[in-house]
């Protein structure tokens, strides 16, 4: 008789995301041109200079068990780089280092969430949020976000839920975010710190996607704005997006002092260190940043500049215009209730277009907003025109 899967396995679905990039992935292998606009990764190369550290340290035989948090010298590193960019002072013990940032969500959550605590999720979200919630055992409450809010968090809706859920706990706060590219201003920020003071509630403040925004978009991150909300707060942030190192695996954490070392006692018994190269290598990264990252930067402007006029001149998309990250959402509900395909829903949709125009998009119900589309633009700007151009075709196709 085959075993019986856990309670808590069969509550955590496939991550849609990396679950299609594997299908673009395959179809690819088999010869098909797909132009995939899925998972959110840089295209870029990781930058010379990170990589010549892992070189050094690989032939130094820097190869075994490092400390669990991370070594002294990445912590020192990471200390200056929230100083510097953040104006956010930790000491060495207030950080943990983890294999992804997500890994580091996924501590944080394990020491801090009780059975039945329940987290805050202002919807849409990163598709990883609700999982880890339920892998730490908690219950995710979503609060839904408006276009017309620029998909911000309104303190009004917050207040609301807090009072509305007598274990919340914690607070998913993503800006820049995943999917939609909103970045809260100090202000908006602000109204939520006081609340979540107020109400004792933790905020995770995923920050992944600090380096990357566009015009005159500033980041903030909510832990600066002042002593109480630092004690409210734990930021987690990671190297994937600004140096195009996903493949590596180093994300981190940093928060008062009780909370991290929890999550590191978790992290003990789990993962273990972060890989001792990769660690060397993000000494480098955030200590000696070169010119690369910045033109990696102003090309993802670029692109998202591109990408957002192309969809604007489609007819019947409307499109919420970025400030940060690599992804825009366009509104497909206009061709939901108008096609001869049959197509109901944002996933019927993705899939079509992959079968027979062979675009790689990402349904908006993955980010919990029906009715959207996410593109990521961490791709060429000739595949973003091509990729465009056969997203168009394919609208048409279904509206005549
Ligand atoms: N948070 C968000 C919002 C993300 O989009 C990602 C991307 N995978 C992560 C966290 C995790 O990044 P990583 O584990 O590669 O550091
Ligand atoms: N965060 C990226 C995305 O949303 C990478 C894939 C993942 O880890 O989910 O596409």
Redesign the pocket.
């Known amino acids: 008789m085959a075993i019986k899967l856990s309670n808590r396995s069969k509550l955590i679905k496939p991550?849609p995301?990396?679950s299609l990039s594997a299908k673009a992935n395959q179809m690819k292998d088999a010869g098909i041109d797909v132009i995939s606009f899925g998972?959110?990764?840089p295209d870029f190369n990781t930058p010379d200079y990170i990589k010549q550290s892992a070189h050094k340290a690989l032939d130094a035989n820097f190869t075994r068990y490092t400390a669990n948090a991370g070594i002294p010298d990445l912590k020192k590193a990471i200390c200056a780089k929230l100083l510097r960019d953040n104006g956010l002072e930790y000491a060495p013990k207030d950080i943990l280092v983890s294999p992804g940032a997500?890994a580091s969500i996924l501590n944080v959550l394990t020491a801090v969430c009780d059975t039945d605590d329940q987290v805050l999720i202002p919807s849409p979200y990163?598709?990883?949020y609700p999982y880890q919630v339920l892998l730490a055992d908690s219950v995710p409450v979503y609060i839904p976000t408006r276009e017309e809010d620029s998909y911000k968090l309104q303190a009004k809706d917050l207040e609301d839920a807090i009072l509305e859920s007598p274990c919340a706990k914690v607070l998913m706060l993503n800006s820049p975010n995943?999917p939609t590219g909103t970045v809260y201003t100090r202000e908006e920020l602000s109204a939520i710190a006081d609340l979540c003071v107020k109400h004792n509630i933790l905020v995770i403040s995923d920050e992944i996607y600090e380096r990357l925004v566009y015009d005159d978009t500033r980041h903030i991150s909510i832990a600066s704005l002042n002593p109480e909300i630092k004690e409210h707060t734990v930021v987690v942030n990671g190297v994937s997006k600004a140096y195009a190192m996903t493949g590596w695996r180093l994300g981190y954490a940093a928060g008062p002092t009780h909370i991290i070392a929890a999550a590191g006692r978790v992290q003990e018994h789990s993962t273990s260190c972060v890989n001792s190269i990769t660690q060397k290598a993000c000494v480098s990264a955030l200590n000696d940043e070169d010119d690369s990252i910045e033109k990696m930067r102003m090309e993802f402007w670029k692109r998202r500049d591109r990408l957002f006029d192309l969809l604007q001149a489609i007819p019947h998309i409307s499109c919420f215009k970025p400030q940060g990250a690599f992804y825009i959402m366009p509104n497909i509900e206009w061709y939901l209730k108008h096609n001869n395909a049959g197509l109901k829903n944002s996933d019927e949709f993705c899939d079509k277009l992959l079968e027979k125009h062979h675009v790689a998009l990402v349904a908006g119900s993955s980010f919990g907003l029906k009715g959207t589309v996410r593109f990521?633009y961490a791709n060429s700007l000739a595949n973003i025109e091509e990729g465009v151009r056969r997203f168009a075709n394919f609208l048409r196709e279904l509206s005549q």
Do not use: F
Request: proline share 0%; glycine share 8%.
């Open positions: 991550s995301t990396l998972v959110g990764e997500k990163w598709v990883s995943n990521s």
